[in-house]
């Protein structure tokens, strides 16, 4: 794929396919997926056959780059979870904000811009945990952290690192797990 222009839509799914099973083993191998599950969905949304050739888009580029640089080296998924160093709650509203409270320690919160404010819930939800992970971790460090969300598209994105739906609770849902890896 990397020296190809095109690809026909069988070979871009049948790709998908493969690399998705890595995930048992690649933990955040969901994260490097999602502009080529883009690029697949909307070929298909073209009524395209699966035997036509599609241009992947520059991120699908660069996910597959990623896959191409990093399978072998790549470390694997624990055999099993550690508890979690860090307990997060955190919740938002549009009309009042957000706040996060880390259990055994602080609590934080802030309110949103006009312009924050009419985005929708689950990007509001989405950003509080943000938010909330960023100002908890500089206070302490932490391996594994458990998140207390009632939102359950937010958490859905959360525990998938993204999904096909929402382009933006996706790009969240990906910073949120790339900053977690740094």
């Given at each position: 794929l990397l020296n190809q222009d095109k690809v026909s839509i069988r070979d871009l799914a049948r790709i998908i396919g493969k690399l998705y099973a890595t995930a048992p083993a690649i933990s955040h191998a969901p994260l490097k997926l999602r502009s080529l599950q883009q690029d697949l969905i909307?070929?298909?949304?073209?009524?395209?056959?699966?035997?036509?050739?599609?241009t992947l888009s520059p991120s699908s580029?660069?996910?597959?780059?990623?896959?191409?640089i990093n399978i072998l080296i790549v470390k694997g998924s624990p055999m099993?979870?550690?508890?979690?160093?860090?307990?997060?709650?955190?919740?938002?509203?549009?009309?009042?904000?957000?706040?996060?409270?880390?259990?055994g320690g602080p609590s934080t919160g802030g309110r949103w811009s006009q312009e924050?404010?009419?985005?929708?819930?689950?990007?509001?939800?989405?950003?509080?945990?943000?938010?909330?992970?960023?100002?908890?971790?500089?206070?302490?460090?932490?391996?594994?952290?458990?998140?207390?969300?009632?939102?359950?598209?937010?958490?859905?994105?959360l525990v998938k690192m993204g999904g096909t739906k929402s382009p933006l609770l996706c790009s969240i849902s990906q910073r949120i797990w790339e900053s977690l890896q740094s």
């Amino acid at each position: 794929l990397l020296n190809q222009d095109k690809v026909s839509i069988r070979d871009l799914a049948r790709i998908i396919g493969k690399l998705y099973a890595t995930a048992p083993a690649i933990s955040h191998a969901p994260l490097k997926l999602r502009s080529l599950q883009q690029d697949l969905i909307q070929a298909q949304s073209q009524n395209l056959s699966y035997e036509d050739l599609i241009t992947l888009s520059p991120s699908s580029t660069q996910e597959i780059k990623w896959w191409w640089i990093n399978i072998l080296i790549v470390k694997g998924s624990p055999m099993s979870i550690a508890p979690p160093d860090m307990v997060i709650f955190t919740d938002a509203s549009t009309s009042q904000g957000w706040g996060a409270h880390m259990e055994g320690g602080p609590s934080t919160g802030g309110r949103w811009s006009q312009e924050e404010r009419d985005l929708h819930i689950n990007v509001l939800e989405l950003l509080a945990v943000e938010i909330a992970i960023k100002t908890f971790l500089r206070i302490r460090e932490a391996k594994s952290i458990h998140l207390r969300i009632d939102n359950f598209v937010a958490l859905s994105y959360l525990v998938k690192m993204g999904g096909t739906k929402s382009p933006l609770l996706c790009s969240i849902s990906q910073r949120i797990w790339e900053s977690l890896q740094s």
